[in-house]
């Protein structure tokens, strides 16, 4: 079932910096949320910062990805310090 982003958490989100696909109860944190029109969704972050970082610098070493440029990026602009609100 989809989540509808205010009353209901998705199950899975993606870190926006290692853009791992994970578990949000146990290993991603909401750290922003987007908003367009009624749709609400949310930014995730991991929260074991070590490894994220880990993952993120063997993802963009890999040439042949397609999200190396945004990996490196968002490791660029760094960690949310407070939430964000994007509409």
Do not use: P
């Amino acid at each position: 079932m989809a989540s509808n982003g205010l009353e209901q958490f998705a199950k899975y989100g993606k870190c926006r910096i290692c853009q791992r696909t994970r578990k949000t109860d146990k290993y991603v944190k909401a750290v922003g949320e987007v908003r367009h029109g009624y749709a609400t969704g949310h930014i995730w972050e991991c929260i074991d910062i070590e490894e994220c970082e880990k993952v993120a610098k063997e993802r963009m070493s890999d040439s042949n990805r397609l999200d190396c440029e945004l990996i490196r990026n968002q490791l660029k602009i760094g960690r949310y310090k407070e939430y964000v609100l994007r509409t």
